[in-house]
């Protein structure tokens, strides 16, 4: 950026000024309270728009001269004009071409008051080193990372690089944690690299042959389970009919008084019979009270009826047996309507109910005759079941046979397991060895995505893309000018030949500023550099000063360069590159000094 003049009106002690700058560098000298510091400010306000010694922008009419309408700074750069307005009431007249970003060269001590992080953020901007979550993301799928790693970890980064490599060493950790349980051993880089499983010797031979023998055992134990069910069910069965003969022994036992109690039940009723004949027929003209008279007394009338009609044969026997029964009932209580006496009637009844319990006594006799009969002939049945022979070794043998077929079988199966894990082991053997690479691979892209994500890593490299450039610009610098080298490392110190930056002299610190300014200047595109204050130096680091600009006119490395420092008298034997203008009182005083020399 090439100023070809300054032009200022109003602008706090300043009535007008113009001064024309064709040199590249213009040094601006004077007294105190000269008017220096108020070209610096007004060459910064126009061509950044940012407004110094007020706070606010409301303030902003308190830096146009007592009693005038408002100030102007005018910064001419060719056909290009860069201009700020400021009215007596604070309005601001702001074009649209002010250039905000230029503020690190027209104030060389800013980047250095700047905060670390401010200092980084900076820098990333400056050098166009992209650090958005995109822009990681990017570099990473670059650097050769898995895309799905890199979007897992991807939420993490919004919070920093720190969160995401600490998640990738995690996942490292339970990746190895991961191979140690596949493999059985502690997971290693060399190990497992080249790990494999342990292949085991399988006979198939003798598998077969176990499974066989299973097979038989099984079903030895089968047939001699099912006979010593049998047995123990047989034994069972004697046990239950034996339990069955007192029972039924005591049945039989009762069998000959039943018999008596039957034979005298018999003859009661014989004895019986013929009385109760004898007094149903001297009982004809008794009182017949109850349901039975009833229906003989109905039963008479209506047979003398139906014997007065000519019946059809099929209406004969129902006449028939109305006349039986009749007849039946006479001949037990007597005719109808005839004169009969009333004790036989009595005795009869009496009778009557006599021969019914001996026929239900006789009942009951043979009822129980039967069970007793039943009885013994269960009995001959059972003493002949149990009178077969058993043979007594039989459930002994059973049992022995069952227990040694198990014992064999044990062992089969037992071998038959171990068999059957060697042919699984080996028919694993190569999936073990696929799943333990794919578990180190894993381990080892994790680990290598928190070691990218780590401080030493992709961080350290985008850091680098912005201090290299502005290292090795200090470097030459230094040289050129012969001043201490200015580093500015990684965790954003700034240090003088090792020293800290906080630990300089305020000469020193004012080197450090204008070397990194003009590194500013030079990287960002700039070429141009506003230096304040540099009566801090001595003579000697004066003319190192001198003699650094004039190398960078030399060389075409900047443009305009801005010097203002308080001196007792304009400098004499200055570079034909220089520009020289006394201030006092706010104005230029005499033409350019160049002659003086």
């Not at 064709?22 to 105190?32: D, K, M, S």
């Not at 308080?566 to 020289?580: C, N, Q, R, Y």
């Amino acid at each position: 950026m090439k100023i070809t003049s300054i032009y200022l009106k109003d602008f706090l002690g300043i009535e007008m000024l113009g001064v024309p700058t064709p040199q590249p560098v213009q040094l601006f000298a004077g007294g105190n309270m000269a008017g220096k510091s108020t070209i610096r400010d007004a060459v910064a306000l126009a061509i950044t728009g940012q407004l110094s010694r007020v706070a606010q922008k409301k303030e902003a009419g308190e830096l146009v001269r007592t009693g005038a309408q408002g100030a102007d700074c005018e910064i001419h750069c060719g056909e290009d004009v860069y201009s700020f307005g400021i009215s007596a009431v604070g309005k601001l007249s702001q074009p649209k071409n002010l250039k905000p970003e230029f503020g690190y060269v027209l104030e060389a001590q800013r980047f250095a008051q700047l905060p670390e992080d401010e200092r980084r953020k900076y820098l990333f901007e400056l050098m166009r080193v992209k650090m958005t979550l995109g822009d990681i993301v990017a570099e990473l799928l670059q650097l050769g990372h898995d895309k799905d790693r890199v979007a897992a970890v991807q939420p993490l980064l919004r919070a920093g690089f720190e969160p995401a490599a600490k998640d990738a060493k995690e996942r490292a950790t339970a990746a190895k944690g991961a191979w140690k349980q596949i493999t059985g051993e502690q997971w290693g880089s060399e190990k497992g690299k080249d790990w494999t499983a342990p292949v085991p010797v399988a006979n198939p031979e003798k598998l077969q042959q176990l499974q066989t023998e299973q097979k038989h055992a099984d079903a030895a134990l089968a047939s001699w389970n099912e006979q010593k069910g049998k047995i123990k069910a047989d034994a069972d069965y004697r046990a239950q009919r034996q339990a069955q003969l007192p029972a039924l022994r005591d049945k039989v036992a009762l069998e000959q008084r039943i018999r008596a109690k039957m034979a005298t039940d018999e003859a009661e009723l014989e004895r019986l019979k013929p009385l109760l004949e004898h007094a149903a027929g001297s009982a004809g003209g008794a009182v017949r009270i109850g349901i039975q008279h009833d229906l003989a007394k109905a039963l008479q009338p209506l047979i003398k009826i139906m014997e007065q009609f000519d019946l059809e044969d099929a209406e004969k026997p129902a006449l028939q047996h109305a006349q039986l029964t009749l007849a039946n009932y006479e001949a037990q209580f007597g005719r109808l309507g005839g004169s009969g006496d009333p004790e036989a009637a009595g005795r009869a009844q009496k009778y009557r109910e006599a021969v019914t319990t001996c026929e239900s006594a006789i009942a009951h006799d043979k009822r129980d005759l039967n069970v007793a009969l039943e009885a013994k002939a269960q009995i001959v049945h059972i003493e002949a079941e149990l009178g077969q022979p058993v043979d007594a070794n039989a459930l002994t043998e059973c049992e022995r046979q069952i227990t040694e077929i198990t014992a064999k079988r044990t062992e089969t199966l037992a071998a038959l397991e171990r068999e059957k894990n060697l042919k699984l082991a080996a028919d694993q053997a190569e999936k073990k060895t696929k799943k333990a690479a794919a578990a180190h691979a894993d381990v080892m892209a994790w680990d290598a995505l928190g070691n990218a994500l780590s401080p030493d890593g992709l961080p350290a490299t985008l850091l680098a893309r912005a201090l290299d450039p502005l290292n090795e610009r200090l470097l030459q610098s230094s040289g050129d000018a012969a001043w201490p080298t200015v580093v500015v490392h990684s965790d954003m110190r700034i240090t003088a030949a090792q020293r800290d930056y906080r630990l300089l002299s305020v000469s020193e610190r004012w080197r450090v500023d204008a070397m990194i300014a003009e590194a500013i200047s030079h990287l960002s595109g700039m070429r141009m550099l506003v230096l304040d204050g540099f009566d801090v130096l001595e003579p000697a680091a004066r003319g190192d000063l001198i003699g650094w600009l004039d190398v960078l006119v030399e060389q075409g490395e900047i443009d305009t360069a801005l010097l203002f420092g308080t001196l007792k008298e304009p400098p004499k034997g200055l570079p034909a590159s220089i520009g020289v203008h006394w201030i006092k009182d706010g104005r230029v005083v005499g033409e350019l000094l160049k002659e003086a020399a």
